[in-house]
């Protein structure tokens, strides 16, 4: 999809019998979901397991952790040193 006169993105598409078996799951309140206000956290996010690190934020606290001692344990997204949980492209 073009989003701009130099750039496009990629806009995942979905099948309508997907869509459409989402309003049949029983843990979905589907009132909470349609009543969330515009910059609030969506309850779909508690399916998705919560919204997920970003990449600066991985490289942020890795480097707060490894100028910070031995003592101190390694965040959760920080394993052997690689970084786990990073967002696509985030």
Do not use: N
């Not at 910059?39 to 480097?63: C, D, H, N, Y």
Request: proline share 8%; net charge negative; glycine share 14%.
């Amino acid at each position: 999809m073009k989003a701009g006169r130099y750039r496009t993105v990629d806009v995942p598409l979905y099948r309508t019998g997907d869509v459409e078996a989402l309003l049949e799951r029983p843990d979905v309140d589907w009132e909470a979901v349609r009543a969330c206000p515009k910059g609030e956290k969506s309850p779909l996010l508690e399916i998705v397991g919560g919204r997920q690190i970003t990449r600066a934020q991985a490289i942020r606290s890795f480097l707060q952790w490894y100028g910070a001692g031995e003592e101190q344990p390694a965040p959760d997204h920080v394993q052997g040193g690689l970084l786990v949980g990073t967002a696509p492209g985030g």
